[in-house]
């Protein structure tokens, strides 16, 4: 272990203990108030923030669905469920459907591709495939668009029975008769 020279030390603490005197902590302490007073006077939005506006509802679709939500009810393991939410453009623009994509891998979304005109109808088919999801479940499904809020969400509900097995029913072969 290496020891420190204790005069050497000494004499540094003695520079720093004197150059620190009354009268410069006082000019610190004021050009800090300065500081602080300035920073309380400037706006809490930044320089470098961009300036946002509504936006213009002729150029927005909007989304007017039949329903959000699908409860599928009690199904078993390894079947598919599928449901369309259909929804009528209720917006000013057509509607544009930028992307769809589901909360697990277990659904898969297909939908309306092309502009949904005013006044028109368009669809979000969701699949779900309830292999290996046994238990309550509630996937989602995201759509992205043209409209405002940009993201909307729709929903299955259900639950699924799991798959009896030879373990679980106590079977464990071909019963000898």
Partial sequence: MKYFNLPFMLAIGAIAFSSCSNNDQSEKIAELEQKIAQM??????????????????????????????????TIAEGKTVEHVFNFVNDGQAPLVISNVTASCGCTTPDYSKTPVKPGESGFIKVSFNSSGKPGTQAPTVSIQANTSPSVNRLRLKGNVTPKTTAKATGQLGPVKK
Avoid: C, R
């Fill in 40 to 73: 309380e006077t400037i706006p809490a939005v930044p320089a470098n923030a961009q300036s946002t506006t509504a936006a213009d509802p002729s150029t927005l679709g909007k989304f007017k669905f039949e329903e959000l939500e699908f409860d599928f009810g």
